[in-house]
């Protein structure tokens, strides 16, 4: 069965760095997300990506965050700075243009923590 | 923005036994309600959805219904077995199952051998 994957499982960074978060979407998906979710919060929409470009974007998704499809099958996070509140799991998520069926899967996650 | 309050956030049921978790949302606008099982260790994977067009929708053990006119919708699992212990989320959107979700905080399911 298809699924979304996401690398690292586990990211740990020093306040400041820059990461990058990467999803592989499942690779007949159009619309792509990330979600995060603080320790013991809820899951929170941050930024939906439809034809190489931002269709919505959430109050969290500032001008530290960007998003990007470098190839056909990889869609990135990007943090630019660092702080520790961007501690929490990131989840991506894809769905179809097509079909049935519309929902939105979702990986396995990227545990960030930041030091 | 649309909000989601998710209630009860920890139950604990006897194997066997039904399990009834609520939702309501603030937006009358919303037209899509999906309901996620997550397992630890794992992503939120999507066990029913509902669309605000139906009331009701029933999947084997896995029911949810909808009421518009209150603003709440509901998630039934009925003969609860152990592997249903895990953390179920609700949540709801005004663009239909491609826009953001809005989630509940989520409540932890025991299901007790």
Redesign the interface.
């Known amino acids: 069965e298809p699924e979304v994957t996401q690398t690292p499982s586990h990211q740990v960074t020093q306040m400041g760095q820059e990461v990058i978060l990467r999803c592989v979407p499942i690779s007949n998906h159009l619309y792509f997300y990330w979600y995060r979710q603080i320790l013991g919060q809820k899951v929170e929409f941050l930024v939906s990506f439809y034809n190489n470009e931002i269709s919505e974007k959430s109050e969290i998704f500032d001008d530290q965050f960007s998003v990007e499809r470098p190839d056909g099958s990889n869609f990135t996070l990007k943090i630019r700075s660092t702080k520790l509140e961007d501690s929490a799991m990131y989840f991506c998520a894809s769905s179809s243009d097509r079909g049935r069926f519309y929902e939105q899967y979702f990986g396995p996650g990227t545990r960030l923590t930041v030091t | 923005g649309e909000n989601v309050e998710q209630h009860p956030s920890t139950l604990s049921v006897q194997e066997g036994d039904s399990a009834v978790i609520k939702c309501t949302y603030s937006d009358s606008a919303s037209n899509y309600f999906?309901w996620?099982k997550q397992e630890l260790?794992?992503?939120?994977?999507?066990i029913i959805?509902i669309r605000s067009n139906v009331g009701e929708k029933k999947d084997q053990r896995i029911a949810v219904t909808l009421n518009k006119t209150a603003k709440h919708f509901s998630l039934h699992i009925t003969e609860t077995q152990p592997e249903d212990s895990a953390v179920y989320?609700c949540?709801a959107s005004i663009r239909?199952?491609?826009?953001?979700?809005?989630?509940?905080?989520?409540t932890k399911l025991s299901v007790k051998p």
């Open positions: 999906p996620y260790g794992k992503g939120p994977q999507l959805d989320f949540a239909g199952s491609q826009g953001n979700l809005i989630f509940g905080k989520g």
